[in-house]
C-alpha cells in the first residue's frame, strides 16, 4: 500500500482504478493478475463500515471460485447452508446452498489482501479528470497527478466526478427501495431455532418484501427490506424501537426464530434506481453502481457488478490495451456487450418486479402472490419425497435449483 506522493507525477500505468470498495478492487485483481500496471485509488487507506452487501451465496460463489478468490471470501466470513424460507409462522420451503455473511467492509478487506504485486493502492481524494483518446490524467487533493491509459470509475453512486467529465444520471425510479441493517441476539434461550431465515413480509399493506437473517462474526445479521416511504412513522419506529417494531409488523417471525432482541444501531439505505447517461467517452468506463445501480431486495447487486468487472476485465480491456489509443469506438464496445447489457436489463426487470410483488394490490398481482407461495409449498413437498424432483422440476421452470 502506498500513500499518494508528487512523485507519482510521470508515471504512467495501464490502468488507474477510482474507488476501492468491491467492483474497483476486483477490477485492480484482475487485470493485475493479468500483468497490467493498474493504479488502484481511494480516500480510505482501510474501509469504512458501511452497509453494503452483507452476504453472497447461489452462483456467485461459483464465480468467486472461478475468479480464484472463494478462500478468501471465506477467510472474511461466517458460511452456511441451511436457510428456512417462511411467511405468517409458516415454513414454505427450505434452500440447500453454500453462502457466505460478512461485514462489507471486512469483506472489501478480504479482497484488497488479494492485490497483486503491480498494483499500486494509492490513498487519496480525487478531485479531477482530464480524459482523452491517448492518456488520461487523474488529479489528487493532495497534489499528485496519477496517468493511465484507461480510468475504470468504480465510486458507486458518488456523482462529482461523474459530472465533471458531463456523465449525467437518469432515474428510473426514485427511492426504489429502503433496506435495514441491524443485529439480532437470542431473548431467553442460548440460541436461534434456526441458523439462517428468510422471512416474508406477511401484509401488503407493510410494504415488506423479506427479512434476511443469517450468521456473521458478529452474530446473527438482520437485511431488511422494504418498499416504505422513508417518511413513514413506521421507519422512525424501527430505528427507535426495533425489537418491538419488528416483532409487531412479523408477528409470525418469533415461531420460527424464537425471542429476539434487536441490538446496536439500525442502520438504512435508501435506493434510487438511475443508469448513467453520456458515458461513451474516450478513456474512461463505468462499472457497478457508477453506471447502473441495483434494488437490493432483487439480490442482483453483486451479480450484476461482477458481470461489469469479468467483461469489461476479462475481454475488453486486454483488446483494448493491445493497440494504442482508447477512443470512443473502443469503450463502446464494453456498454454494448451482450453479456452486460443482458445483466442490466435483467437487474431492472427484477427490481420492478419484485416491487410489484411486495406492494401491488391488483387482482392479477394478488393472485401472482398466492400461486408463488403454493408453487413453493408444493415444491418443498416434492423435494421430502425425492430431492432430485425439486432440482428437475425448477430447471424445467426456469429457475435456479
Not at 132 to 154: D, F, H, N, P, Y
Not at 211 to 233: V, Y
Request: aromatic share 6%.
Amino acid at each position: 500500500m502506498m500513500a499518494a506522493k508528487e512523485e507519482t507525477v510521470g508515471v504512467c500505468y495501464d490502468v488507474a482504478v477510482v474507488g476501492a470498495g468491491i467492483s474497483g478492487t476486483l477490477a485492480a485483481i484482475i487485470l493485475g493478475k493479468a500483468g497490467y500496471s493498474v493504479a488502484l485509488i481511494d480516500r480510505n487507506a482501510n474501509c469504512p463500515d458501511e452497509f453494503r452487501v452483507e452476504k453472497i451465496g447461489g452462483e456467485l460463489v461459483s464465480r468467486f471460485q472461478r475468479l480464484g478468490l472463494l478462500e478468501a471470501v471465506a477467510t472474511a466470513s461466517t458460511p452456511f447452508t441451511d436457510i428456512v424460507n417462511a411467511r405468517r409462522g409458516r415454513v414454505l420451503d427450505r434452500t440447500h446452498a453454500p453462502h457466505f455473511g460478512f461485514s462489507y467492509s471486512a469483506f472489501v478487506e478480504a479482497m484488497r489482501a488479494q492485490l497483486p504485486g503491480n498494483v499500486d493502492f494509492i490513498v487519496g481524494r480525487v478531485t479531477d479528470l482530464r480524459t482523452s483518446a491517448a492518456r488520461q490524467k487523474v488529479m489528487l487533493l493532495e497534489g499528485a497527478t496519477i496517468t493511465a491509459r484507461l480510468v475504470v470509475l468504480a465510486t458507486g453512486m458518488g456523482d462529482v466526478l461523474r459530472r465533471s467529465l458531463g456523465i449525467e444520471r437518469q432515474t428510473i425510479h426514485p427511492r426504489q427501495s429502503l433496506s435495514f441493517g441491524f443485529n439480532l441476539v437470542p431473548a431467553g434461550s442460548a440460541r436461534f431455532n434456526h441458523p439462517a431465515v428468510t422471512y416474508y413480509g406477511e401484509r401488503v399493506s407493510d410494504g415488506i418484501d423479506y427479512l434476511s437473517l443469517f450468521p456473521t462474526a458478529g452474530g446473527m445479521r438482520a437485511n431488511l427490506f422494504t418498499f416504505r416511504d422513508h417518511r413513514d412513522p413506521w421507519v422512525r419506529a424501527l430505528r427507535e424501537r426495533p425489537t418491538q417494531t419488528l416483532a409487531a409488523t412479523l408477528p409470525g417471525l418469533v415461531p420460527i426464530l424464537g425471542d429476539f432482541e434487536v441490538v446496536g444501531r439500525v442502520q438504512n439505505w435508501l435506493m434510487d434506481l438511475s443508469v448513467a447517461r453520456n458515458c461513451r467517452q474516450p478513456g474512461v468506463v463505468l462499472v457497478g453502481d457508477a453506471y447502473q445501480t441495483s434494488c437490493p431486495a432483487a439480490g442482483t447487486g453483486v451479480s450484476r457488478l461482477m458481470t461489469d468487472i469479468e467483461q469489461l476485465c476479462l475481454v475488453h480491456a486486454p483488446r483494448w490495451l493491445a493497440t494504442p489509443g482508447m477512443a470512443t469506438e473502443k469503450i463502446a464496445a464494453y456498454y454494448d456487450d451482450p453479456r452486460k447489457r443482458a445483466s442490466d436489463a435483467s437487474a431492472l426487470e427484477l427490481a420492478h418486479y419484485r416491487r410489484k410483488l411486495t406492494v401491488a394490490t391488483s387482482p392479477a398481482w394478488r393472485v401472482r402472490r398466492t400461486l408463488q407461495l403454493i408453487r413453493r409449498r408444493a415444491l418443498d413437498r416434492i423435494e421430502a419425497v425425492s430431492p432430485n424432483a425439486k432440482a428437475r422440476l425448477r430447471q424445467l421452470a426456469g429457475r435456479p435449483a
